[in-house]
């Protein structure tokens, strides 16, 4: 099995969920459940944020002109139903059921007819920056998809390959995470190398995207998800040093 990450940084107008999570810089969506057939796909979304940003998210998918997840750039007269399965003040529970024409286009089914059926996906999405997450056979033709995403992603979004590897390889043979993306490495590197992570800091996050000519959005997505990879690998590393010294 192979694991392929990359991500969408979509463009202001082109994705009504991205434009509510980029004014709401607190919020986050990912999916608990994708599913996807040749003519439709149902998924579940967990979005957490404030009030304000969840009514934003909220409506976005239930009064966006087109689906959510379609790549068209305009109404491509699918039909499509959102509901809210649970609300708190700062957690939302959406389920989406999505039957597509000939016109629309979408990452799962894009993927289905290159890496072939029974490809699992898992998504994040905050600000204007959408990640997705593939397990699939190894089979199909990566390359493929890759140009049939961008053909249907045209000038709404930027792609970034964030990893490719085995799923075997994914975890070291101490059982902790493997090394970080290239992309999340060199955003580590500069932050360190510019003071970021001084007290004080020497620079803000802006003034390091401008210094590696990346958008703001996509390097505080960098940094955070470098930051977990971190905290994470560092907890799984100690938790194992306790296991050997109980072993012992």
């Known amino acids: 099995m192979r694991e392929l990450i990359f991500a969408l940084e979509y463009e202001p107008g082109c994705n009504r969920v991205a434009d509510a999570l980029a004014d709401h810089s607190d919020a986050r969506v ?3 459940s994708l599913h996807a057939t040749a003519e439709r796909l149902w998924r579940v979304d967990h979005a ?3 009030p304000e940003a969840l009514n934003a998210i909220e409506d976005a998918f239930l009064n966006g002109d087109y689906y959510a997840d379609c790549l068209a750039t305009e ?3 699918a039909t499509q139903t959102t509901r809210v399965l649970d609300r708190t003040d700062d957690a939302l529970i959406l389920y989406s059921d ?3 024409t000939p016109t629309c286009a979408s990452v ?14 898992e ?3 905050e600000g204007r920056h959408y990640t997705w997450r593939l397990i699939h056979s190894g089979e199909g033709d990566v390359a493929a998809f890759f140009d049939a995403l961008k053909v249907a992603v045209g000038e709404c ?20 995470p493997s090394g970080l993306p290239p992309a999340q490495e060199a955003a580590l590197q500069a932050a360190v190398e510019h003071g970021y992570y001084e007290s004080p800091r020497e620079v803000d996050v802006g003034e390091l995207a401008e210094h590696l000519d990346v958008p703001r959005s996509t390097l505080t997505y960098r940094l955070r998800r470098t930051e977990e990879h971190l905290a994470k690998q560092h907890v799984a590393g100690e938790r194992v040093a306790e296991e050997r010294l109980a072993s012992h």
């Open 108 to 121: 799962p089914h894009i993927a289905r007819d290159h890496l072939g059926d029974g490809v699992l996906f």
């Open 157 to 176: 979004a930027q792609m970034e390959m964030l990893r490719t590897a085995d799923t075997t390889s994914a975890r070291g043979s101490d059982g902790t």
């Open 30 to 32: 990912r999916s608990l």
């Open 123 to 125: 998504t994040r999405h």
């Open 48 to 50: 957490t944020g404030t």
């Open 75 to 77: 109404d491509c007269n």
């Open 98 to 100: 999505w039957e597509r």
